[in-house]
């Protein structure tokens, strides 16, 4: 099935640093999300965003929408140990009878306190 | 409890058997979605249902997959004649109609074809 590019595919860093990952597709989407989910667990949805440019704060998690709606980027300031997991982001298109989650590869990150 | 529950957290099955995975969607949630995550891979779509609506399947990789949906809320996905490619974790969401934007995860269920 059809993919978003996220890049990079795992960081390894020190707590305290700042992360920064994203996603670009060939096609537009109206809206961006940002997932990020634990061993054994699903998905746990962390941002969303709905207009290009829109550039949206969770805490330390701040999401951009790209102008062209074909790109998004997840930051993460000061990470923490508990930031470990994977992150994905996820494109919603719209067609047809469905409105479908496009979902990248994902982010693999892992804190070293 | 509050959150969708899946059916078994582990599956292991010998190639050629048949399997059945549950979902027990968020009470309420008319809207139910399958997915498949291999090994390192994001999440890829298998099967929406909506309400009484006539369920898409278009994410169904083959005819060995199916699924259905009873009394509008538990959720049966059943993978028929496992091959080891089928090997991944199934993910089941569900969210109100119209919030494909708020969708609400299981933890899934692994499965492993020997």
């Known amino acids: ?113 | 409890g509050a959150g969708v529950s899946q059916s078994p957290s582990n599956k292991v099955t010998e190639k050629g058997k048949d399997v059945e995975l549950r979902c027990d969607p968020i009470s309420g949630h008319t809207a139910l979605y399958w997915y498949r995550q291999s090994l390192g891979q994001g999440l890829e779509f298998l099967i929406y249902f909506q309400g009484n609506s006539a369920p898409d399947k278009s994410g169904l990789p083959s005819d060995r997959f199916s699924a259905e949906r009873t009394g509008g809320s538990v959720s049966t996905l059943t993978i028929q004649r496992t091959q080891q490619e089928d090997s991944a974790v199934y993910l089941c969401a569900s969210s109100l109609p119209g919030f494909t934007d708020t969708q609400y995860f299981g933890p899934g269920t692994r499965l492993t074809v020997l």
């Open chain 1, 1 to 113: 099935g059809q993919q978003l590019n996220q890049s990079p595919q795992s960081m390894f860093i020190q707590e305290g640093e700042d992360v920064s990952m994203n996603c670009t597709s060939s096609s537009i989407f109206n809206t961006w999300l940002w997932y990020k989910q634990d061993p054994g667990e699903g998905p746990v949805l962390l941002i969303a965003l709905y207009k290009a440019g829109e550039l949206t704060s969770n805490g330390r998690l701040t999401a951009q929408f790209g102008i062209t709606r074909k790109d998004s980027f997840l930051n993460i300031s000061a990470s923490i140990p508990s930031d470990v997991g994977i992150y994905f982001c996820a494109g919603l298109s719209y067609g047809g009878a469905t409105n479908k989650l496009i979902f990248g590869t994902g982010t693999l990150l892992a804190v070293q306190p």
